[in-house]
């Protein structure tokens, strides 16, 4: 596609259950971060990747979050056992290099009840 | 550590009115800056790159600066029109680091 695909858009769970958020970058794009952004607040960093090279996982807030990338494109987030401040809209961003400009997708807004 | 911050936190202007937004940082060694714009449920979009050795850059309606000396800069945004409500967000990006300081935003609002 031409820019960065996220699904869900919506997803709804209830506190316990797992959930996986799917994003699908932008081809030839080599980094991807994942984002977290809760109402009216700014973007918290979750997890970047470059390539083939181990993903610098230092903003992920638990271990009950953690993120694949499969092939160097698509990757998942996955967030385990959900708690209700999980409650937040997930952003994936793609850029052709690291530091270079970010294209996002439009987010996956994620409600734990 | 690396810093960004943003004022205001929100601005209320009126349609066709003209506003600055500003952004501080401490990010180190700078390497260049951006200045994002967000629309409510919508992924933030690029307006504008700022590298050190440029002070201004306009894009469209947009003027962003830069003054490397005060690591400040500033969004310009002239002649405001209704699609310009949304929040606009200072991005700066550190020389050796692949990850992002984001500010947390300005909020604006454009009303008739």
């Known amino acids: 596609g031409a820019g960065v695909s996220q699904s869900p858009s919506n997803k709804v769970t209830e506190k316990g259950k797992d959930v996986e958020l799917r994003c699908d970058p932008i081809?030839?794009?080599?980094?991807l971060y994942w984002y977290r952004q809760s109402l009216g607040q700014g973007l918290e960093f979750l997890i970047y990747?470059?390539?083939?090279?181990?993903?610098?996982k230092s903003g992920l807030p638990s271990d009950r979050f953690s993120a694949e990338r499969t092939g160097g494109s698509v990757s998942t987030l996955t967030i385990q056992r959900t708690q209700q401040e999980d409650s937040a809209v997930y952003l994936c961003?793609?850029?052709?290099?690291?530091?270079?400009?970010?294209?996002f997708g439009e987010g996956s807004r994620l409600t734990v009840l | 550590k690396n810093q960004v911050e943003q004022s205001p936190q929100s601005l209320i202007i009126l349609e066709g009115k003209n506003c600055t937004l500003q952004?501080?940082?401490?990010?180190?060694?700078?390497?260049?800056l951006r200045w994002y714009k967000q629309d409510t449920g919508r992924g933030p979009v690029s307006l504008t790159i700022m590298t050190f050795s440029e002070n201004t850059k306009s894009n469209g309606r947009y003027t962003a600066t830069l003054d490397a000396d005060t690591k400040q800069s500033s969004l310009h945004i002239t002649a405001s029109q209704l699609s310009d409500s949304a929040s606009y967000i200072c991005v700066v990006s550190a020389g050796g680091s692949y990850i992002p300081t984001f500010g947390r935003g300005t909020s604006l609002i454009v009303h008739p």
């Open positions: 961003a793609s850029s052709h290099s690291g530091a270079g400009e970010l294209f």
């Open positions: 952004c501080n940082y401490t990010v180190s060694p700078f390497s260049n």
């Open positions: 081809s030839g794009h080599t980094a």
């Open positions: 990747f470059q390539g083939n090279s181990a993903p610098d």
